[in-house]
């Protein structure tokens, strides 16, 4: 019942709170899940816990609410570990239509992309904790060490082994919002003119072409590599469908990429990845399941 009166319209302290870090800690969650459905899962657990809690005995709201969600949210990787051991073909992160002010901050941008998010699935569950807190977050190590229950000296070595692996395998440079564009108007050129050369031009030797269908949609079963695999794939499924394809230029995950619309029935998200100017990577996003997150823009916050 809403009553009239300024008093009981008044939000209580510890909903007020969590409401202002809610942003952040959707983004720490997601990050270290690459799944919104399960991030948001999360975070109910995350609230549950902070509504007991005395608020009197919270000296720093931001890193007791970030204790919280990361103790959840390592639980819930150990969990998805397992759940994707019987996952049907490729999996992908759940893509996020993201708002424009994501691309504006570069280091939240790169952080969440489909290549990095594809990353940090490489690394063990508190090697990815640790990684987000500190690279993405710049929390510090006796914060970090609170969060996951570790000791200062445990953490600065997993933040290393962890910047170690990331390194090896991260896109080579920070890739601009226009290359990333340029790529994708070339992929949606090839499919509405049937001219593939311009696409084909820039695609990487090891080009790698991944599909998520999640067993409800058809989706190519394991990664294709190569350019010349990769070239007659998509050069079948633009004659085969072209026709009935539309495409809209959109933000995903803080970067450029194409929804592709099915006789205007929502299908698919396709993102890239670019190394040296080239795309390396080709992600296509069609299990159902992924794509509830592409009709409305989710704010992300550091």
């Known amino acids: 019942m809403v009553s009239g009166t300024n008093e009981d ?32 899962d999360v975070l109910q657990e995350t609230w549950l816990r902070w509504a007991g809690v005395d608020l009197d005995t919270v000296r720093d709201p931001r890193a007791y609410l970030v204790r919280i969600a990361t103790r959840q949210a390592l639980t819930r990787l150990r969990t998805l570990g397992r759940r994707k051991e019987s996952y049907v073909g490729s999996w992908l992160p759940e893509p996020l239509l993201t708002a ?20 940090l699935e490489t690394l063990k569950p508190m090697e990815r904790a640790v990684f987000v807190l500190r690279e993405v977050f710049d929390l510090g190590y006796d914060e970090i060490a609170d969060a996951v229950g570790k000791t200062p000296a445990a953490v600065r070595q997993t933040a290393h082994r962890a910047r170690e692996h990331v390194a090896a395998r991260r896109p080579r440079d920070v890739v601009s919002p226009a290359e990333s564009r340029a790529a994708l108007d070339a992929f949606k050129r090839a499919a509405e003119t049937g001219d593939l050369q311009p ?11 991944v599909g998520d269908g999640g067993g409800v949609k058809q989706a190519v079963p394991r990664p294709v590599v190569g350019a010349d695999k990769v070239g007659r794939l998509l050069a079948a499924g633009l004659d085969r469908l072209g026709s009935q394809m ?8 803080g970067y450029p990429a194409l929804i592709m619309r099915l006789d205007g029935e929502l ?11 080239l795309v390396t990577g080709l992600y296509a996003v069609r299990n159902p399941e992924k794509l509830s997150r592409m009709r409305h823009e989710t704010t992300l916050s550091r």
Not at 199 to 205: H, K, M, S
Not at 246 to 253: A, D, G, I, L, M
Not at 267 to 277: F, K, L, N, Y
């Open 267 to 277: 299908d698919s998200v396709v993102a890239v990845r670019i190394d040296d100017g």
């Open 9 to 40: 319209a008044r939000v209580d302290p510890a909903t007020e709170v969590f409401v202002a870090h809610r942003k952040l800690l959707f983004t720490v969650v997601y990050e270290m899940l690459a799944s919104a459905a399960d991030a948001e």
């Open 100 to 119: 424009p002010d994501v691309a504006e901050d570069v280091e939240l941008a790169e952080s969440v992309s489909m290549a990095m998010l594809l990353v």
């Open 199 to 209: 696409l084909l031009d820039i695609l990487a030797p090891d080009v790698v072409l």
């Open 246 to 253: 539309s495409f809209e230029p959109v933000q995903v995950n």
